[in-house]
Nanobody, 126 residues
């Protein structure tokens, strides 16, 4: 089992930056691929970014590429640095962990992730 808790959300103006954190506890965090997803009101949850278990590989949605950066440490935390925020980035952001270990596959499919946090609200005003 893996428990995930997001923090760092908030209300900012367009162009500002925020950094989301995901604190993990439980089984084998350091061996799991991690991802960030988001869900805007009235829309389906969508992939944002993923990072391999060893941090060697990252992958981003086209909508955030060049503005967002995913990173992790070896112990228990994944971050999502969000720069040049836009109103369309407004959403609840979720941290997620895959069930398998030592995979270098960076899936964009939410069903490939087993463990989820409760979400952090990010609101960007224009």
């Amino acid at each position: 089992q893996v428990q995930l808790v997001e923090s760092g959300g908030g209300l900012v103006e367009a162009g500002a930056s925020l950094r989301l954190s995901c604190a993990a506890s439980g089984s084998a965090f350091s061996s799991r691929t991690m991802g960030w997803f988001r869900q805007a009101p009235g829309k389906e949850r969508e992939f944002v970014a993923a990072i391999s278990w060893d941090g060697s590989r990252t992958y981003y949605a086209d909508s955030v590429k060049g503005r967002f950066t995913i990173s992790r440490d070896v112990k228990s935390t994944v971050w999502l640095q969000m720069n040049s925020l836009k109103p369309e980035d407004t959403a609840v952001y979720f941290c997620a962990a895959r069930a398998d270990y030592l995979s270098l596959t960076l899936s964009t499919d939410e069903y490939a992730y087993r463990y989820w946090g409760q979400g952090a609200q990010v609101t960007v005003s224009s």
